[in-house]
């Protein structure tokens, strides 16, 4: 079965980046492709972009652009999502989730990784 | 950019409920929905506007064209007290709507 597990929480000072890794198995890796959405406590989901696990091609949200990198290594079959210059605003479950290799909507999703930012 | 209507709703086990989603533009039925229990990842339920996924019940069904879509839930269940989410995927840059809460 289709599973994505990801990396456990993080707390991280204001200014640090943290990088949040998801565990794919139970499908071909590189023929689909990987979203990552946030939930701040109380909020909706914002998406933050996507990444095609066939040749790497991302999309990041406007918001993220230039503060986001998300990469995978398909002999791990592991996704990564790295965050820099975080500030309090970035405190939020982290989710990753199997998208389509043509970005379209998500059908599996990680169990999600809580990351805290304070001072 | 998707709104969903109401922000929230309260229903009784058995019940028919319904929820819309309007988008600012024309997203030619590429909209999915998903459900999402308190403490729990979100669950896809439909793609392309009415398309179930594998595995939803067949009491969850979608509609709309242009720009307004409607998920309905019939004979509502326990298990489907939880926030829903409508999601556009016309556009590579996805959004979602910003969730209704349906509770007892």
């Known amino acids: 079965q289709v599973q994505l597990v990801q990396s456990g929480a993080e707390v991280k000072r204001p200014g640090a980046s943290v990088n949040v890794s998801c565990k794919a198995s139970?499908?071909?890796?590189?023929?689909?492709?990987i979203s990552w959405v946030r939930q701040a406590p109380g909020q909706g989901l914002e998406w933050m972009g996507w990444?095609?696990?066939?040749?790497?091609?991302?999309k990041y949200a406007h918001k993220f652009q230039g503060r986001v990198t998300m990469t995978t290594d398909t002999s791990t079959t592991t996704a990564y999502m790295e965050l820099r210059s975080l500030t309090p605003d970035d405190t939020a479950i982290y989710f990753c989730?199997?998208?389509?290799?043509?970005?379209?909507?998500?059908?599996?999703w990680g169990q999600g990784t809580a990351v805290s930012v304070s001072s | 950019q998707l709104t969903q209507s109401p922000s929230s709703l309260s229903a009784s086990v058995g019940d028919r409920v319904t929820i819309t989603c309007r988008a600012t533009l024309v997203i030619s039925n590429s909209l999915a929905w998903y459900q999402q229990r308190p403490g729990e990842a979100p669950r896809l339920l439909l793609y392309s506007a009415s398309i179930l996924h594998s595995g939803v019940p067949s009491r969850f069904s979608g509609s709309g064209s242009g720009t307004d879509y409607t998920l309905t839930i019939n004979n509502l269940q326990p298990e489907d007290f939880a926030t829903y989410y409508c999601q556009q995927h016309y556009s590579v840059f996805r959004t979602f709507g910003q969730g209704t809460k349906v509770e007892v």
């Open positions: 990444i095609n696990a066939h040749n790497g091609d991302t």
């Open positions: 139970g499908y071909t890796f590189d023929k689909y492709g």
């Open positions: 989730a199997r998208d389509t290799t043509t970005a379209v909507f998500f059908d599996y």
